[in-house]
T-cell receptor, first 114, second 113 residues
Framework: GQSLEQPSEVTAVEGAIVQINCTYQTSGFYGLSWYQQHDGGAPTFLSY????GLEETGRFSSFLSRSDSYGYLLLQELQMKDSASYFCAVRDEYSGAGSYQLTFGKGTKLSVIP | NAGVTQTPKFQVLKTGQSMTLQCAQDMNHEYMSWYRQDPGMGLRLIHY???????DQGEVPNGYNVSRSTTEDFPLRLLSAAPSQTSVYFC????????????FGSGTRLTVV
């Protein structure tokens, strides 16, 4: 089966940097993704790591270490609008039939304070 | 380009009633999925499809049916609603290549009384 662990809540100050960690256990692994969800909204795709290393997209970066089954999302220059829930998700071979699906963590609620 | 369109946005059902949640995408995505989201539980996969005519069960399929007769549409049917199915339901679609991520619909908030 698949399982993902991420902190349930994180609080950070506006303008600061915050890191949200994700560890996973899965029978097959084809990449780690991150999604952002504001209260009452739909999840939106932020980033994808298929290989080890750092991917940067503006103020957001995501890192993957496949040997450690670990990744993180790094948010820089935090803004109030970054207050949201952040989900890591692994792409794995869900049914063993070559069809890949996303399994999500339970999410990290980020609160940005002035 | 509408993306992923879900209807209805809100629904209240009585226990035992059936209904269909609609999902349509106009991006020619091969993959479509249904997730439910409950407080503290994250997003859990109900059913998914990797192309027209192909569907399979996810983590929590009981009480739900799906079909995929066209690339665009992927309806979710609740057979006999139960209070445990009170949740927010999201439809999502993607290309088979993971790099582009999933596009989610705006969700259906379902209450079963």
């Amino acid at each position: 089966g698949q399982s993902l662990e991420q902190p349930s809540e994180v609080t950070a100050v506006e303008g600061a940097i915050v890191q949200i960690n994700c560890t996973y256990q899965t029978s097959g692994f084809y990449g780690l993704s991150w999604y952002q969800q504001h209260d009452g909204g739909a999840p939106t795709f932020l980033s994808y790591n298929g290989l080890d290393g750092l991917e940067e997209t503006g103020r957001f970066s995501s890192f993957l270490s496949r040997s450690d089954s670990y990744g993180y999302l790094l948010l820089q220059e935090l803004q109030m609008k970054d207050s949201a829930s952040y989900f890591c998700a692994v792409r794995d071979e869900y049914s063993g039939a070559g069809s890949y699906q996303l399994t999500f963590g339970k999410g990290t609620k980020l609160s940005v304070i002035p | 380009n509408a993306g992923v369109t879900q209807t209805p946005k809100f629904q209240v059902l009585k226990t035992g009633q059936s209904m269909t949640l609609q999902c349509a995408q106009d991006m020619n995505h091969e993959y479509m999925s249904w997730y439910r989201q409950d407080p503290g539980m994250g997003l859990r996969l109900i059913h998914y499809s990797v192309g027209a005519g192909i569907t399979d069960q996810g983590e929590v399929p009981n009480g739900y049916n799906v079909s995929r007769s066209t690339t665009e549409d992927f309806p979710l049917r609740l057979l006999s609603a139960a209070p445990s199915q009170t949740s927010v339901y999201f439809c999502a679609s993607s290309y088979s290549t993971a790099r582009y991520g999933y596009t989610f619909g705006s969700g259906t908030r379902l209450t079963v009384v």
